[in-house]
T-cell receptor, first 115, second 111 residues
Framework: DAGVIQSPRHEVTEMGQEVTLRCKPISGHNSLFWYRQTMMRGLELLIY????????DSGMPEDRFSAKMPNASFSTLKIQPSEPRDSAVYFCASSFRRTLSYEQYFGPGTRLTVT | KQEVTQIPAALSVPEGENLVLNCSFTDSAIYNLQWFRQDPGKGLTSLLL?????REQTSGRLNASLDKSSGRSTLYIAASQPGDSATYLC??????????FGKGTHLIIQP
C-alpha cells in the first residue's frame, strides 16, 4: 500500500487567501484524522471522521477551518481566509476501526506558510 | 481532558548507551499508547503500539512498557546508535478517538 497520501507537501500563501489541504487515507481504513503541529503547541487533533462522518471537530480552532470527507478515499481541510498564525504542519492519519487495534498511520504532512 | 507529558524534553548521550524515555498521562482510561519517531522536517513513523491490556511491546532494540494504573509508559532503547537521533513522541489513544500527544523528547546520539 502507498500509505497515507497528502497534497500539497508545501504551500505558501498570502494572508486572506483560501487554502485547501488534501488527504487520501490507506485503502480499507475507515477512520481519518487531521492534526496540526506547531512549535508552541506540539501536535493537536483538529477533527476526525469515522466511516466518512465527522465525529468530533472540537479541536478546530475557528470557523475559518472546515473539513469534509465526501467518500472513503478522500478528505479535505480548508482554511478560509488564512492568517499567518495558521502556519504549521498539517498531518492526516488513518486507522482501521476494529476490536483489537486502532493504530494510526500518518501521512508526510503539508507544511503551510501564510505570509 | 487527557494530558501527556514527556520527560526529558531533550537528551544527548554517547553512542552505545542504553536509555529510557518517559511518558506520563493523566487519564488512565486509555485504549492504547503509541510511540512515534519524527525526523527533522519529516512525518511520524510508528514505532510501537501497546494495547491497554498489554504490559509491553518489543521491536528490535526498542522496548515499550505500559503501566495504566500509574499513568506511565517508558521507551527503552538498547545500544543506541547515531541513527537513533530524532524526536520521540508518545501518544495516548482513546480507541476510535484521536490521539493526545506529548511534546516529545529530542534525542541526540553522539558518535
Amino acid at each position: 500500500d502507498a500509505g497515507v497520501i497528502q497534497s500539497p507537501r508545501h504551500e505558501v500563501t498570502e494572508m486572506g487567501q483560501e487554502v485547501t489541504l488534501r488527504c487520501k487515507p490507506i485503502s480499507g481504513h475507515n477512520s481519518l484524522f487531521w492534526y496540526r503541529q506547531t512549535m508552541m503547541r506540539g501536535l493537536e487533533l483538529l477533527i476526525y471522521f469515522n466511516n466518512n462522518v465527522p465525529i468530533d471537530d472540537s479541536g478546530m480552532p475557528e470557523d475559518r477551518f472546515s473539513a469534509k470527507m465526501p467518500n472513503a478515499s478522500f478528505s479535505t481541510l480548508k482554511i478560509q481566509p488564512s492568517e499567518p498564525r495558521d502556519s504549521a504542519v498539517y498531518f492526516c492519519a488513518s486507522s482501521f476501526r476494529r476490536t483489537l487495534s486502532y493504530e494510526q498511520y500518518f501521512g508526510p504532512g503539508t507544511r503551510l506558510t501564510v505570509t | 481532558k487527557q494530558e501527556v507529558t514527556q520527560i526529558p524534553a531533550a537528551l544527548s548521550v554517547p553512542e552505545g548507551e542504553n536509555l529510557v524515555l518517559n511518558c506520563s498521562f493523566t487519564d488512565s482510561a486509555i485504549y492504547n499508547l503509541q510511540w512515534f519517531r519524527q525526523d527533522p522536517g519529516k512525518g511520524l513513523t510508528s514505532l510501537l503500539l501497546i494495547q491497554s491490556s498489554q504490559r509491553e511491546q518489543t521491536s528490535g532494540r526498542l522496548n515499550a512498557s505500559l503501566d495504566k494504573s500509574s499513568g506511565r509508559s517508558t521507551l527503552y532503547i538498547a545500544a543506541s546508535q547515531p541513527g537513533d537521533s530524532a524526536t520521540y513522541l508518545c501518544a495516548a489513544g482513546g480507541g476510535a478517538d484521536g490521539l493526545t500527544f506529548g511534546k516529545g523528547t529530542h534525542l541526540i546520539i553522539q558518535p
